[in-house]
């Protein structure tokens, strides 16, 4: 080191070794609908906007894809589905290893009952069907942090 460096051997070793870490991922949006139409919709949506995403057609499907993906960031489900529906979804969420991952539901079908339970479970927000797709975007950036 010389007496002009204002960075110890150490500490420019450190920031070599960050610098040269591989940038994360960048984070997903897991779309969660039994309607195919719906789950297209949502992705192109997100899309147009450079928000990448991935879906599935069940509340099963959506819980084993949470488990392998890491750079799911947040999710995007819809209430009324089969065996595991959006609420129960959202609960096995808060009991798992992503309790913190931010919920958006987006319901044709709710009443004040379903809306109620939502919030109890410490969802983003709750959107009806048809959706603002100006509204959806800009909750969406903001829980993934993307500058509005």
């Given at each position: 080191?010389?007496d002009?460096?204002i960075?110890?051997d150490a500490e420019?070793?450190a ?11 960048p984070?997903?949006v897991l779309?969660v ?7 297209e ?5 997100l ?11 069940s509340?099963e499907?959506a819980l084993?894809m949470?488990e392998?993906?890491?750079?799911i960031?947040l999710?995007i489900t819809d209430?009324r589905m089969?065996h595991?529906?959006?609420l ?6 808060r009991?798992?290893?992503?309790a913190?991952l931010?919920?958006?539901i987006?319901?044709?079908?709710a009443?004040?009952?379903d809306?109620i ?7 983003v927000?709750?959107l009806?069907k048809p959706?603002?797709?100006?509204q959806?975007?800009e909750?969406?950036?903001r829980?993934?942090?993307?500058k509005l």
């Amino acid at each position: 080191m010389s007496d002009h460096d204002i960075l110890s051997d150490a500490e420019r070793e450190a920031l070599s070794a960050v610098m040269q870490e591989p940038d994360l991922p960048p984070q997903r949006v897991l779309i969660v609908d039994d309607d195919k139409d719906a789950r297209e919709l949502l992705s192109e949506i997100l899309a147009l906007d450079g928000i990448r995403s991935l879906t599935a057609a069940s509340g099963e499907a959506a819980l084993k894809m949470l488990e392998e993906k890491p750079s799911i960031g947040l999710v995007i489900t819809d209430l009324r589905m089969g065996h595991i529906d959006g609420l129960e979804l959202i609960r096995q969420v808060r009991e798992s290893v992503r309790a913190a991952l931010p919920i958006i539901i987006v319901s044709g079908d709710a009443d004040v009952k379903d809306a109620i339970a939502a919030m109890h479970l410490s969802v983003v927000d709750f959107l009806l069907k048809p959706i603002d797709a100006a509204q959806l975007l800009e909750l969406v950036k903001r829980e993934l942090g993307v500058k509005l």
